[in-house]
Structures are given as C-alpha cells and as structure tokens.
RNA sequence: GCUCCGAUAGUGUAGCACGGCCAAUCAUGUCAGACUCUCACUCUGACGACUGGGGUUCAAAUCCCCAUCGGAGCACCA
C-alpha cells in the first residue's frame, strides 16, 4: 500500500490528526491583521487571546500583524499611560512582537479627513438632537429633522464642532445609514463626539475637542492599515454592517471578519477594568499583578510560562459560543513545562517545632530533582520544622520518615514527643510508612502568595539563589521565587 | 420590544461546508491502580456528550423546520 499509493497513506495520516488549535485560513494574497486594545488597563487574559491568535495567524501565514491602540476616549474609557507599555510588554512576552505600533490618539485629523468626505458626499450629518429624542425617533423609523440638511451646511456644523463651538451632548456626528433598517441597532449611528476632557497623553492634551468612536476610528484604520482579516469579539458583530457604510460611500473594500464569543474564567469571575481599577486604588488589591487578578502580569508573576499560556488559548479555538472555563487546563499545561526543569525544595508552612530524641545533627542530602540529578545539602539539628497539617495527624505509636534524613516514632501527641528510630528505607518499603518533608530551624523565612491565602513559614536554603525562577515546594506545589528581602523569601504560588 | 448569533462528556475542543468510515477525537478533570524517599511527574484502567421534537433520506452529530436554553447589539463605552 505504501509503495502504491503513499500519497494516500499521508492523506489518511492527516485525517487522523487534524491540526489542533485554529482553523486553517484561506489567505489570498498577504494577510495583515491587528489587535486593538483601549489601553484603559493592563492586558489581561482576555486580551492574550486576542494577542495570540492574531499573532499565530500572522506567523503562521507570514503575515503582519499590528497593535493599534483605541484610545478615542478620554473621559469614559479614560486610557492609562502605562497601559502603553505594558501592552507592548506583554505582547513581546507572550511571543507575539507586533510588526507596527499604531495609536489612534496620535491620528485624529485623518479621521477628519473622512469624515469631511463623508459629509460631501452626503453620508454623514450633524444632528443635534437629545440622546433621547433621537433614539424616540429612531425606534419608530423616523428620520431627525437634521439628517436631510445640506452637505455645505453640515460642513459649516462640523467646522464648528471642530472649533469647540458647541458643548458637550450639543452636537454629534452622524453617519446615513437606512432610517428603517430592520435591526435599529443600525439606525444612522453617531461617528463623533465632542468631549472637552483633554486627552491623557501629553503629545495629544487638549488638541482636540471631537473624538471618534470606536466604530467609525476603527472602520478607518482598518482602511488606512490595510488589514485584511479581522478577528474579535463577537460584541462587535454589529460594527461591521455599520462600518460597511462608511466603506461603500468611500469606495473601500471590507476585510474579512471572525468573532469569537466572550470568555468567562471560574477562578476569577465577573472583573472590570474599571472595576479593578477602582479595587486597587482601594488598597484591596496589591497592584495590576496581584495573584488574585486576571492580568497578564499576574499571570506571568505567578510563573506562568507564555508557551503555556500561548497553547491554552490557542486550543480555544474560535468559536462564536460563549465559553466559561478553569484554569486547570493552563496549569497542567504550564506543569508539562515546568516539572522537568522545575528544583525541589522543602517549605514547611505554619510550621511546628519538632525535636527528635536521640538524633544526631546529620546533614540530609536530597535530590534537586528527581529525574535529573544534582544534590541538594540541608543541615538538620536535632529538631526540625515540620507543617502543623502533618503535626496534627500524627498518631502515638506511628512510624514514619522525615524525607531524605531518618525514621523517627511518635511517643507521644500531646506533649508532641518523637523519637529517632533509625534512616533505614526499608521503613518505607515494608511498613508503608508516611513521608513527611521537613525544614531546618535556621532556614530562610518564606512567605507565599497565592490567589486564596497567604503561606508563612520556613524553606531551605538555596532557593535564594532561584529568584524567578520556577520550583517545586515538595507536597506543597510549584511556586515562582520572587525575591528577597533580607533573610526572607517571597513566593508567588503557581499551581500545584 | 426589535435584530443578529450560538448549542458535542464537569470543562474546553475535533467532526458539521461535500450525510454513511462517529456506539463520536484530543486535552483537562474525577476515581482506581502501578511507579516513586513529594500529595508532583510518569504509566495503566475506568467515568463521561451529539439540547428536545418533527421532517428529508436506504442512512443524520452533520441537511430542513419548530421549540427550548444561552449570548450579543439597539450608548455622545471600547
């Protein structure tokens, strides 16, 4: 079969496997594509998404991919200096360095631009109706007495938007669409506004006074940076029959569009930016990279690595349902990673004294990792740390090994007095007796956060050394070395 | 109210454009066991789904209709 046929045999192959992840693409000619976050906070897991597929598309077809930063809005969706870089941060980290950065605040007068063409050619008007009058109007199918006003005296209007002649909620621009379209959510939609709150960055401050919205910004950007394939949420469904209006009084062609649906993640539920914003200047949060957040920086933190984090999203594929989903998936992705690489050390949290009759001060030698080699060197006295959850469970009369030191019997539990029994394995092998990790009295002070509680207590030393680096706190978990103050260590909890 | 969209195991996904090879893929999860000086890793096994009802057809997860459920838009937010 092989020598007869082998293309067939291949074929079958591919069948077998179907590519993982996303849908393979028909690009027709070169594929530009872009990700356009407000930078009114940092990235979070939502926007890896977007960071990611659009970037493994672009890889994958030899594309070009853009970040391009929406921030028309300086009051509502005020943006966030530092959100900038930080979105360039992330980017870069999660392996997905954008080909072009491209902000919108830095681009209004193109937007004008348009919208003057607009006006000319009779596609868009200044009305200056009530928000609700005009929606009263519009959910009857009825025209404002505004739309049917001359181009050269909309064009007067608008030169005196643009000269800050009317205030806020004054005046607006609108874009013609159909009056009477069966979906009113198309109904001749507004395209500017004006908004007198200067603008965060410096370069733009109080230089304008009409911002766009996203839908008419985008719609134009989308133009101007030749994209060819758009991808996101499927909130957004609706821009592209608006946004097709502008394209067809300008003459442009519409780039392909995909939606996914909205992402929903148990660990941490319904959070806002704003929401979170609000939390942290609070003090209820730490910062943006709070363990508890869903952020990108809290995630990488918590010593998520970008490979695993690139593979969870990717094998969300994209799909237009709703989805809801745990972590779970992402740490045992991250674990495949990190658990060969991963050092081992002992952490004893709420740790309780433990002093061993008749012991020797003994040096316990134990591997750095169980498959790879290297030995770690911890001195014991004759008593030790071990965890208040072991500490309680102990029964009198158990026998049980102090891992990679000795053997020790419990005499009594209260008063908790125990007795050095010995080192021989063979108390493990044939009695089945428990392991227990333990930690030196002169160890290093560790301190662990994690998304639900703090962890107080004492590791070895020579995790000092591993600072940002991810290790494995034995019968504890995986846990990112953050840094060290003095004698004490801060840990981010990773996963178990 | 109007307009769109979606529905495969606990979760996420493959299959659906071109109906049969699907008593349905993969991953994660849960449980059990093996291995192991970690409750990690690895290995083995088990568990577990085509929303419901009609129709078309020799044949439906796949095509059509209805119902149900879920989501989104109808902002001078993105």
Same mark, same amino acid.
């Given at each position: 079969?092989?020598?007869?046929?082998?293309?067939?045999?291949?074929?079958?192959?591919?069948?077998?496997?179907?590519?993982?992840?996303?849908?393979?693409?028909?690009?027709?000619?070169?594929?530009?594509?872009?990700?356009?976050?407000?930078?009114?906070?940092?990235?979070?897991?939502?926007?890896?998404?977007? =960071?990611?597929?659009?970037?493994?598309?672009?890889?994958?077809?030899?594309?070009?991919?853009?970040?391009?930063?929406?921030?028309?809005?300086?009051?509502?969706?005020?943006?966030?200096?530092?959100?900038?870089?930080?979105?360039?941060?992330? %980017?870069?980290?999660?392996?997905?360095?954008?080909?072009?950065?491209?902000?919108?605040?830095?681009?209004?007068?193109?937007?004008?631009?348009?919208?003057?063409?607009?006006?000319?050619?009779?596609?868009?008007?200044?009305?200056? %109706?009530?928000?609700?009058?005009?929606?009263?109007?519009?959910?009857?199918?009825?025209?404002?007495?505004?739309?049917?006003?001359?181009?050269? !005296?909309?064009?007067?209007?608008?030169?005196?938007?643009?000269?800050?002649?009317?205030?806020?909620?004054?005046?607006?621009?609108? =874009?013609?669409?159909?009056?009477?379209?069966?979906?009113?959510?198309?109904?001749?939609?507004?395209?500017f506004r004006i908004i007198k709150t200067p603008h965060p960055r410096p370069e733009v401050g109080g230089k304008y006074c009409v911002w766009p919205l996203l839908d008419f910004e985008g719609a134009v950007e989308d133009h101007l940076l030749g994209t060819t394939l758009i991808i996101r949420g499927k909130d957004l469904t609706d821009s592209e029959t608006r946004?097709?209006?502008?394209?067809?009084?300008?003459?442009?062609?519409?780039?392909?569009?995909?939606?996914?649906?909205?992402?929903?993640?148990?660990?941490?539920?319904?959070?806002?930016?704003?929401?979170?914003?609000?939390? =942290?200047?609070?003090?209820?949060?730490?910062?943006?990279?709070?363990?508890?957040?869903?952020?990108?920086?809290?995630?990488?933190?918590?010593?998520?690595?970008?490979?695993?984090?690139?593979?969870?999203?990717?094998?969300?594929?994209?799909?237009?349902?709703?989805?809801?989903?745990?972590?779970?998936?992402?740490?045992?992705?991250?674990?495949?990673?990190?658990?060969?690489?991963?050092?081992?050390?002992?952490?004893?949290?709420?740790?309780?004294?433990?002093?061993?009759?008749?012991?020797?001060?003994?040096?316990?030698?134990?591997?750095?990792?169980?498959?790879?080699?290297?030995?770690?060197?911890?001195?014991?006295?004759?008593?030790?740390?071990?965890?208040?959850?072991?500490?309680?469970?102990?029964?009198?009369?158990?026998?049980?090994?102090?891992?990679?030191?000795?053997?020790?019997?419990?005499?009594?539990?209260?008063?908790?007095?125990?007795?050095?029994?010995?080192?021989?394995?063979?108390?493990?092998? !044939?009695?089945?007796?428990?392991? =227990?990790?333990?930690?030196?009295?002169?160890?290093?002070?560790?301190?662990?956060?994690?998304?639900?509680?703090?962890?107080?207590?004492?590791?070895?030393?020579?995790?000092?050394?591993?600072?940002?680096?991810?290790?494995?706190?034995?019968?504890?978990?995986?846990?990112?070395?953050?840094?060290?103050?003095?004698?004490?260590?801060?840990?981010?909890?990773?996963?178990?």
């Amino acid at each position: 079969m092989n020598k007869i046929a082998p293309e067939l045999i291949a074929e079958l192959k591919e069948k077998k496997e179907p590519e993982k992840g996303l849908p393979p693409l028909e690009v027709g000619g070169a594929l530009v594509m872009r990700f356009a976050p407000n930078p009114n906070g940092p990235p979070t897991l939502g926007s890896a998404r977007g =960071i990611v597929v659009n970037s493994e598309y672009t890889k994958k077809y030899k594309g070009k991919l853009i970040i391009r930063f929406d921030d028309t809005d300086p009051a509502t969706k005020r943006p966030m200096l530092e959100a900038y870089t930080w979105y360039l941060e992330d %980017c870069e980290w999660l392996g997905a360095k954008p080909d072009e950065v491209v902000i919108a605040s830095d681009r209004i007068d193109k937007y004008y631009e348009v919208a003057e063409q607009l006006i000319k050619k009779g596609g868009a008007y200044v009305c200056f %109706c009530e928000q609700e009058t005009f929606k009263a109007l519009k959910d009857e199918k009825k025209a404002c007495q505004h739309r049917n006003e001359k181009p050269q !005296k909309n064009l007067e209007f608008w030169k005196k938007m643009l000269a800050g002649e009317y205030k806020e909620q004054e005046a607006v621009l609108r =874009i013609k669409t159909d009056i009477a379209h069966k979906d009113p959510a198309i109904r001749d939609w507004v395209a500017f506004r004006i908004i007198k709150t200067p603008h965060p960055r410096p370069e733009v401050g109080g230089k304008y006074c009409v911002w766009p919205l996203l839908d008419f910004e985008g719609a134009v950007e989308d133009h101007l940076l030749g994209t060819t394939l758009i991808i996101r949420g499927k909130d957004l469904t609706d821009s592209e029959t608006r946004q097709r209006y502008v394209y067809k009084y300008m003459g442009w062609t519409y780039p392909e569009t995909m939606h996914w649906g909205r992402v929903q993640i148990h660990e941490f539920g319904k959070l806002s930016t704003s929401g979170i914003k609000k939390a =942290i200047a609070e003090g209820q949060y730490s910062g943006w990279d709070d363990p508890r957040l869903p952020t990108i920086r809290a995630i990488k933190r918590r010593g998520i690595l970008p490979e695993a984090l690139r593979k969870f999203m990717l094998d969300l594929g994209l799909g237009e349902t709703d989805i809801s989903l745990s972590l779970d998936t992402l740490y045992a992705e991250n674990r495949k990673i990190i658990d060969p690489v991963a050092n081992r050390y002992f952490f004893v949290w709420d740790p309780v004294e433990l002093e061993v009759e008749g012991a020797e001060p003994k040096i316990a030698k134990a591997p750095l990792h169980p498959t790879r080699g290297g030995i770690r060197e911890i001195p014991a006295g004759t008593t030790v740390l071990i965890t208040k959850n072991d500490a309680d469970s102990l029964k009198e009369g158990e026998r049980l090994r102090l891992k990679d030191l000795y053997n020790i019997e419990v005499i009594s539990i209260s008063p908790l007095q125990v007795k050095f029994i010995g080192t021989d394995m063979d108390l493990v092998k !044939k009695e089945k007796a428990r392991i =227990i990790h333990w930690a030196p009295l002169d160890g290093l002070k560790v301190r662990v956060l994690s998304p639900d509680r703090e962890f107080i207590g004492m590791g070895e030393h020579g995790m000092e050394k591993e600072v940002d680096k991810v290790v494995q706190f034995e019968r504890f978990g995986f846990v990112r070395i953050d840094s060290v103050n003095g004698d004490e260590i801060v840990a981010y909890f990773t996963h178990k």
